[in-house]
């Protein structure tokens, strides 16, 4: 089993759906969990951080850390083409951020 | 702004020559890392490097080299380049410590090895 697993996708919606992203992992050591985000042609960025389990709210973006399930999701609401990109979870069982373990990413595509 | 930069945004090499790709940042970061990214198979940690003059293997080190000989400066080298390190190489920088610090990506080499 790898360590973290994410559906590639792709995932296409029409504009203003939600959006939910999943990602699965086995390391019960995991405390940090990322989402970035990577347009096309660029290097990812970060979206959302969380430590431990419960949720993060940024705007149109929820991200949740359910660590008993070892299941964590990220959500856009009112999704709009700029939202088109690649979808990349991260996770760490670190203080520091070194060693990130990556999903393989889903690429999102937003409909107008 | 943190700014990481990459020498190349693309490249092309022939089987069997040595490659250096650079990556600089701008915010006096601690933390140093090389990736490649391949469809498929997401990012994978090549090396990374805590301080100047320090470095660690990651996950695929085999085939690859890296120096740090300032500390906004991050190189990976390829000794004899080959065809299965075609790929887009990312690098990325953080501050050190204990706690949780973003790592900020560059915009990526896409190298290819003919």
């Known amino acids: 089993q790898k360590e973290v697993e994410q559906d590639p996708g792709p995932l296409s919606v029409p504009e203003g759906a939600i959006v939910s992203l999943n990602c699965t992992y086995s390391?019960?050591?995991?405390?940090?969990f990322m989402w970035y985000r990577q347009y096309s042609r660029k290097g990812p960025e970060l979206l959302m951080y969380?430590?431990?389990?419960g949720n993060k709210e940024d705007g149109r973006f929820t991200a949740q850390v359910d660590k008993s399930s070892k299941y964590i999701s990220l959500f856009i609401r009112d999704s709009q083409p700029s939202d088109s990109a690649t979808y990349l979870c991260?996770?760490?069982?670190?203080?520091?951020?070194?060693?990130?373990?990556f999903g393989k990413g889903t690429k999102l595509t937003v409909n107008p | 702004d943190v700014k990481v930069t990459q020498s190349s945004r693309y490249l092309v090499k022939r089987t069997g020559e040595k490659v250096f790709l650079e990556c600089v940042q701008d915010?006096?970061?601690?933390?140093m890392f090389w990736y490649r990214q391949d469809p498929g198979l997401g990012l994978r940690l090549i090396y990374f490097?805590?301080?100047?003059?320090?470095?660690e293997k990651g996950d695929i080190p085999e085939g690859y080299s890296v120096s740090r000989e300032k500390k906004e400066r991050f190189s990976l080298i390829l000794e004899s380049a080959s065809t299965n390190q075609t790929s887009m190489y990312l690098c990325?920088?953080?501050?050190?410590?204990?706690?949780?610090?973003?790592?900020?990506f560059g915009p990526g080499t896409r190298l290819t090895v003919l």
């Open positions: 990325a920088s953080s501050f050190g410590g204990p706690t949780y610090n973003e790592q900020f």
């Open positions: 390391n019960s050591a995991f405390q940090y």
């Open positions: 969380t430590y431990s389990s």
């Open positions: 991260a996770m760490s069982n670190q203080g520091g951020s070194e060693k990130l373990v």
């Open positions: 915010m006096d970061h601690e933390n």
């Open positions: 490097s805590y301080d100047v003059k320090m470095k």
